[in-house]
């Protein structure tokens, strides 16, 4: 083996080693065919090349490369997944923290439809705002309270506090000289006479509970049951007439429920009516001798003859 050779095969050697090592940093591995697909995010500070991409904690993939559409402020992200793992359509590629040192990884969160996708197309979006973000509700709370407390505190500043434990003190000096100067023995005597007062009236109350029960008992002693009984046969009488009067039988049951009656009386009116206004405008046909010929009269019709 020559020198020459030597040399050449350490080089191609070389030359493959830079190759797959690029590649493995950018994200590319050579022995595990991966397909590439896209997803895109607004910012992707802490995202580089080779960052992983876990599905349910295990790795199937790295990010392969970055593309830049300014015109539209998004940065587009090349995914190489293992051809293993089945892609959805509706999986999620969420933008997470990667440990507490400020790294970034992707997690493919499955959809609720698992329709696969074509290699090449892109992925759902969705970017984890990290561990601050988790903590950004319990900071406003505090950060409310905080407000809540200097409020107070300001409001109790303005407050004269000497002053008014001040007026406490003497309010209750008075009170005491009030106290000292009260006639205890004069209101005890005033409790007595209205303690007797009570005791009088509760007799006369209890002579008219004792008038009530009275009134009571004579109330008990009335025949309600009879007149109870007299007035339910009044009201089944009443039933019974009202029963007839709705009844077809009656004549008043008839009138309310036949309309023949109706019609023969409106078809009455409206033959009077007639010859009422017949009447009014040819007087002269109400005037013609008697036995004469029938003859056609101005104001009547003769179809019917």
């Known amino acids: 083996m020559s020198k020459e050779f030597k040399i050449g095969l350490l080089t191609v050697v070389a030359g493959a080693l ?14 595990s065919p991966a397909d590439t697909f896209y997803v895109v995010y607004p910012n992707v500070s802490g995202l580089n090349v080779s960052n992983p991409i876990y599905f349910n904690g295990l790795p199937v993939g790295r990010v392969s490369g970055f593309q830049l559409d300014q015109k539209r402020s998004r940065i587009i992200v090349s995914l190489d997944i293992d051809r293993n793992v089945t892609v959805s359509k509706y999986d999620t590629a969420k933008l997470t923290n990667d440990g507490l040192l400020g790294g ?3 997690v493919l969160r499955p959809g609720s439809v698992a329709e696969p996708i074509q290699v090449g197309d892109t992925l759902l ?3 984890d705002g990290g561990l601050l973000d988790e903590f950004e509700p319990v900071a406003a709370d505090l950060r409310t309270t905080v407000v809540k407390i200097n409020t107070l505190l300001d409001s109790l500043n303005r407050t004269d ?3 008014a434990v001040e007026g406490i003190k003497k309010t209750l000096s008075l009170l ?10 004069g209101t005890l005597d005033s409790v007595k006479v ?6 009088a009236r509760s007799e006369q109350l209890k002579l008219v509970l004792e008038g009530s029960n009275g009134l009571i008992d004579s109330l008990r002693s009335l025949p309600l049951n009879e007149t109870v009984s007299s007035l339910t046969e009044t009201l089944d009488g009443i039933n019974d007439l009202m029963a007839n009067v709705q009844s077809e039988n009656g004549t008043i049951g008839k009138l ?15 033959d009077l009516d007639e010859l009422a ?14 036995g004469r010929k029938n003859k056609k009269l101005k104001g009547v019709s003769q179809e019917g003859n």
């Open 18 to 31: 830079l190759y797959y090592g690029f590649n493995f940093l950018r994200g590319t591995n050579l022995f």
């Open 104 to 106: 970034k990884a992707i």
């Open 125 to 127: 979006s969705e970017i």
């Open 161 to 163: 506090l000497a002053g």
């Open 176 to 185: 005491n000289e009030k106290i000292e100067e009260t006639d205890i023995s």
């Open 194 to 199: 209205l303690s007797a007062s009570f005791k």
């Open 256 to 270: 309310l429920t036949n309309d023949s009656i109706y019609n023969s009386l409106n078809k009455l009116l409206v």
């Open 277 to 290: 206004i017949h009447f009014n405008n040819y007087p002269r046909d109400f005037m013609k001798p008697l």
